[in-house]
């Protein structure tokens, strides 16, 4: 009997496989049309792993490194990696556990909890190991399991976050990978084999230890390691905020919320955040030449909130703060430069009338009285109604801009006169201790709730748009994060719990035949770890109330 063949088009070319031809091999014919390693599948519209098989005619197209998920994928299975090296070399009897952390530059922060020191010689082990491994193109292997085995499996390993995690999980099965005999859960897709793990680095930094990989813009090539140690150390404090609540994981929201008291753990978490805010005005207030509080940050990170709140604070501490926003200083539409693709960029400086901001605000320096501009964003254009401001000794402007920190927007304002302040939400809790949260999944979703509520925008044109928002953010924003006098953390631990009830019927609407199912489908599936709660008890001044509304400022 002849075996059954299968038409399979790939870049409008049909060639014939035989069925149960793995998509792995049927990519190794069109690797030479691509710039980068292809490593998933995308059949019929659907992502598949490699491993998986030809069974009816399709259409397939393929993911690269290069690309988002692709590069996610890549990033999941070098952990995959780097934690079977590390039970291997240390010894699964040394070892309490293994947290994987935050990212840090292009790599993410471990640390090795147990009876072991992390050396350059350790290091130097494992990192070894890891080549071998990537020498030997070992298969990495998917099986499904029952919640109930997985709970029972995560137990025996001594992984009592993943346990904590499935206990609250609604689905039946659970998809186990395996190098080896290492097994772990991960929240996503791997890669065929270690074969394709070839670029990665480990450096020791702080208490732990950097896995440091590519960017999705160069994906085959490390790199410098380049430290943030001021957002670093406000990630380190965001986590010990965490311990102190006993809210490490999800897994640990979920238990207070279904054991404990959810309000108690809301009211802690503000306090905690207005206490930062409290010092970060006082030490505004301490510096007596400053006029000028720069804010910036990347979207849906609470700016509007933040100025808000922040001014309440310097009031209190006996200023008088006046919020500016720079967008009120957008030169006419008709003069916006443009983009490569011959759009409008509205986030690059030049879209900043840079000579007339500075202008005013060294006239008010001066203590001049001047009159502001209100931009007109109907008719595109500034308009001048009669909005006087002149600063005495206790007035402060508050500024709020995505180019506030580079100091090219500000460039004859002398430096003793400015305090910059860098806003991001900057997730503190891990799904379990191999698989973080990454902060740009939070703010998309802020931004999804909150659009679709107060401009009706649909959570497919806000994942189509995010591409070009994180690449103004990687331009415009994160090159100078590191430049501002303080950080402040505004991601609310419990946050996710309450946006959940928001955000999945808009990412519901999404239809499979649109180009951001997948992504809607993924986000779903995170959604789906939390144990959802009512938004009564959130605190109508917190920044969460930026997002789903009910809040006391006008945002």
Not at 129 to 134: A, H, K, S
Not at 165 to 177: A, E, P, T
Request: charged share 25%; with cysteine; proline share 4%.
């Amino acid at each position: 009997m002849a075996q059954e063949v299968y038409r399979v088009t790939v870049n409008n070319i049909t060639k014939e496989y035989p069925a149960g031809t793995p998509y792995g091999v049927i990519a190794k014919d069109y690797e030479q049309d691509y710039d980068n390693p292809l490593v998933l599948a995308l059949v019929n519209g659907r992502l598949r792993e490699f491993h998986k098989t030809l069974k009816k005619d399709c259409d397939i197209s393929f993911v690269t490194t290069g690309d988002s998920i692709g590069h996610k994928t890549y990033k999941r299975s070098t952990s995959l990696l780097l934690l079977k090296a590390i039970y291997h070399i240390v010894g699964r009897e040394n070892i309490e556990k293994v947290v994987l952390h935050y990212s840090v530059g292009a790599g993410f922060y471990y640390t090795i909890r147990g009876n072991v020191t992390i050396t350059e010689e350790l290091l130097q082990k494992i990192k070894k190991y890891m080549l071998e491994l990537v020498e030997q193109k070992i298969p990495i292997m998917k099986r499904s399991i029952s919640t109930h085995d997985a709970v029972e499996l995560f137990h025996k390993y001594g992984m009592y976050d993943k346990e904590k995690l499935f206990r609250y999980r609604r689905v039946s099965k659970v998809n186990i990978y395996s190098l080896g005999d290492f097994e772990d859960y991960f929240y996503g897709f791997m890669v065929w084999h270690t074969g394709y793990l070839k670029y990665f680095d480990l450096i020791p930094y702080d208490e732990g230890l950097v896995l440091q990989m590519p960017t999705v813009e160069n994906p085959q090539e490390l790199p410098p390691f380049q430290a943030q140690p001021k957002l670093f150390q406000v990630q380190k404090q965001s986590e010990k905020w965490g311990e102190m609540l006993n809210v490490d994981t999800v897994g640990d929201l979920n238990e207070c919320i279904t054991r404990e008291s959810m309000r108690e753990l809301i009211l802690i978490q503000e306090a905690l955040q207005e206490g930062e805010l409290s010092h970060m005005a006082e030490t505004i207030e301490s510096r007596k030449g400053v006029k000028f509080v720069m804010i910036a940050g990347p979207s849906s990170s609470g700016k509007t909130t933040f100025s808000h709140r922040l001014s309440i604070q310097l009031s209190a501490h006996g200023m008088k703060p006046h919020p500016i926003a720079v967008d009120n200083y957008f030169v006419d539409r008709d003069k916006t430069p443009l983009d490569e693709m011959g759009n409008k960029n509205y986030e690059c400086l030049e879209a900043i009338d840079v000579e007339q901001f500075n202008k005013d605000m060294n006239a008010l320096l001066r203590g001049e009285r001047i009159e502001l501009p209100e931009y007109n964003f109907k008719t595109g254009k500034r308009e001048y109604k009669g909005n006087y401001l002149q600063l005495g000794q206790d007035d402060i402007l508050v500024i709020e801009g995505i180019h506030c920190l580079n100091d090219k927007l500000s460039y004859t304002l002398p430096k003793e006169s400015k305090f910059k302040i860098y806003i991001s939400a900057v997730t503190q809790l891990n799904i379990d201790e191999h698989n973080r949260i990454p902060t740009t999944d939070g703010r998309l979703i802020r931004r999804m709730v909150r659009d679709n509520r107060t401009r009706g925008t649909s959570a497919k044109d806000t994942i189509h748009m995010w591409y070009s928002v994180r690449r103004g953010e990687e331009e415009n924003i994160f090159p100078y994060q590191e430049s501002a006098d303080v950080m402040f953390n505004s991601a609310l631990i419990y946050e996710l719990s309450i946006l959940k009830s928001y955000a999945e019927p808009v990412l519901f609407q999404i239809q499979e035949s649109e180009p951001e199912y997948k992504e809607a489908k993924r986000l779903l599936k995170f959604l789906d770890y939390f144990v959802g709660v009512p938004s009564e008890d959130v605190p109508h001044n917190s920044f969460l109330r930026e997002f789903i509304g009910g809040g006391c400022f006008d945002v």
